[in-house]
Every structure is written in C-alpha cells, then in structure tokens.
C-alpha cells in the first residue's frame, strides 16, 4: 500500500509561480516512478510531467518550458515547479505513483493516486 500526499496548490495572478510537492509513503520502492496528472472542469484527465527514481523524466507539450518536474532527496518525494502559469492551466493536480519501472503517460499504468490539489490562475 502506498499513500501520495500532496501539497502547494492556491490561487495565482497568470505568469506567476507555484511549486507542488508530492510524498510518497508505505511501500513505495523509492517512489519508483512518480507522476502529476491534472484535470481542468469539464475535461478529461491529463498527464503533465512524470520521473523516474533513476533520473527519468517527461513533460507534456502544453507545459514544456514552464514546468520542470524533480525529485527530492529522499527519492519519494516529488516537485512540480511551475512558471509563467496561464488561466487555462488551472485543475486539480494530483500526484500518482507506481512501482513499475517505465515512464508512461496513460493513468491506467499507474496504481496510486493522491486527494489532489487546486491550481487557480486568475487573468
């Protein structure tokens, strides 16, 4: 069993910043391969960036360049920085995680997931 908290999510102006944090606990294999999805209203969920406890790491085009996606020391822990935020990057951000050691996009090949957390850009 493996329990994903996350953190860090508000309300920001558009083009400011907010870095998101994401812990893993239980048997989690050093957070093997931990990722952040984000649902708009109305939308279907989406993969935003993803990484490896080997050093992996993949960023979805719409936030290439504005949002980098690291680890903590500690392995399972996990960040979302993210810049230059735009209105329409306001969702629900949650955190998934599973022991597999492939990179994937698709929410299916992941097993657990956090509660989530708001990200709201205002214009």
């Known amino acids: 069993q493996v329990q994903l908290v996350e953190s860090g999510g508000g309300l920001v102006q558009a083009g400011g910043s907010l870095k998101l944090s994401c812990s893993a606990s239980g048997r989690t294999a050093s957070g093997r391969t931990m990722a952040w999805f984000r649902q708009a209203p109305g939308k279907d969920l989406e993969f935003v960036a993803g990484?490896?406890?080997?050093?992996?790491?993949d960023v979805a085009e719409p936030v290439k360049g504005r949002f980098t996606i690291s680890r903590g020391t500690a392995k399972n822990t996990v960040y979302l920085q993210m810049t230059s935020l735009r209105p329409e990057d306001t969702a629900v951000y949650s955190c998934?995680?599973?022991?597999?050691?492939?990179?994937?996009?698709?929410?299916?090949?992941?097993?657990?997931w956090g509660q989530g957390t708001q990200v709201t850009v205002s214009s």
């Open positions: 998934a995680h599973t022991n597999g050691y492939r990179l994937m996009r698709a929410r299916s090949w992941y097993d657990n």
């Open positions: 990484s490896t406890s080997s050093g992996g790491t």
